[in-house]
């Protein structure tokens, strides 16, 4: 079955510094890879996905991300974080070839930003 | 375009009452999920619906929950005799193309 691991569940950065959060995943057939962000008494809002291709897709607000078949991993990057990004940040696999279809999520990592 | 709305917001209840949550998805998404996401943990999925047709409900607990989307539009989750455990956020999503986009979420508290 599938899984999603996000080691972190804890991220303490200074604003300004650059920033990742790491995901790895388990599934045996082509994964398409999310990352969510959700920000306090909020829903999850899409940061960006992976499609079989590129390895690094770019999403909003100056997040990045990279797959790695090999490491089984897809972690998000940020060159240069804001405290408007204080928030938990959620990884997630889509399964059964149908994109976004059935996401299964990580636990979460807790971004903290400090001043 | 408005978003996914959900009501109520919180809720709080003893063990052993009911309580609904209602979910109104974006218009033209035919997919609508409904997530279980206890303190401090990622969303776990417990039922999707294509239009009013259940697809998946293997993560919802049938002897005390259940869901029903009758026209393919809006979606009640109901509890019958919630219990501590219960206590958790309900978010609710609808699907376009590859992504989900979720709604603020119901915050249940049972005591």
């Known amino acids: 079955a599938q899984s999603v691991t996000q080691p972190d569940a804890r991220v303490t950065v200074s604003e300004g510094a650059s920033l990742q959060l790491r995901c790895k995943y388990s599934y045996f057939g082509t994964p398409y890879l999310f990352w969510y962000v959700q920000y306090p008494r909020q829903g999850l809002q899409l940061l960006l996905k992976?499609?079989?291709?590129?390895?690094v897709v770019q999403g909003v607000n100056g997040f990045e991300a990279e797959f790695s078949k090999s490491n089984s991993s897809f972690h998000l990057r940020k060159a240069s974080v804001h405290w408007s990004d204080w928030a938990v940040y959620f990884c997630?696999?889509?399964?059964?070839?149908?994109?976004?279809?059935?996401?299964?999520f990580g636990g979460g990592t807790r971004l903290t930003v400090r001043p | 375009e408005a978003g996914v709305t959900q009501s109520p917001r919180y809720a709080v209840l003893q063990e052993g009452q009911a309580v609904s949550f209602w979910c109104d998805p974006i218009?033209?998404?035919?997919?609508l999920y409904w997530y279980q996401q206890p303190r401090d943990q990622g969303p776990q999925l417990l039922v999707y619906f294509r239009d009013e047709a259940v697809i998946d409900n293997s993560q919802l607990p049938s002897d005390r929950f259940s869901a029903v989307r009758p026209k393919g539009t809006n979606s009640t989750l109901k509890i019958q005799s919630a219990k501590q455990g219960d206590t958790a956020t309900y978010l609710c999503?609808?699907?376009?193309?590859?992504?989900?986009?979720f709604g603020p979420g119901t915050r249940l508290l049972v005591l």
């Open positions: 218009s033209g998404h035919d997919t």
């Open positions: 992976y499609y079989p291709g590129d390895p």
């Open positions: 999503a609808s699907r376009d193309r590859d992504t989900q986009y």
């Open positions: 997630a696999v889509s399964v059964n070839n149908n994109a976004g279809a059935k996401l299964t």
